[in-house]
């Protein structure tokens, strides 16, 4: 499985943008796709996680403003982050994460490189 990410920019305060991240590969053993982000001298954090039975999960910083969605194609899966009200605590790289299970007893995580969000003015 690999990830890719793009959509990354600056956004003035308030503003919108909107990340995407395919997935190929193996993706018929991806459990889960989501989003993190680290800022500077941060940890890294969950901003939105779907399973593939559809389930959402946000972090608290960003619920009400972003919206996870995906959409699958025969050997593929497309993953977008919808971030609206955008804040300059959001300012932070973003990464696409593919939590992935070839078996019962093997899961592991598939990074993207990251794509960078800056809000400010």
């Known amino acids: 499985v690999q990830v890719v990410e793009s959509g990354g920019g600056l956004v003035q305060p308030g503003g919108s943008l909107r990340l995407s991240c395919e997935a190929s590969?193996?993706?018929?053993?991806?459990?889960?796709l989501g989003w993190y982000r680290q800022a500077p001298g941060k940890e890294r954090e969950l901003v939105a996680v779907v399973t593939t039975d559809g389930s959402t999960n946000y972090g608290d910083s960003v619920k009400g403003r972003f919206i996870i969605t995906k959409d699958s194609a025969k050997n593929s899966v497309n993953l977008h982050l919808q971030m609206n009200s955008l804040k300059s605590e959001d300012t932070a790289v973003y990464y696409c994460?593919?939590?992935?299970?070839?078996?019962?007893?093997?899961?592991?995580?598939?990074w993207g490189q990251g794509t960078t969000v800056t809000v400010s003015s």
């Open positions: 590969g193996s993706v018929y053993h991806i459990n889960a």
């Open positions: 994460n593919a939590r992935v299970q070839p078996s019962i007893e093997s899961i592991f995580d598939v």
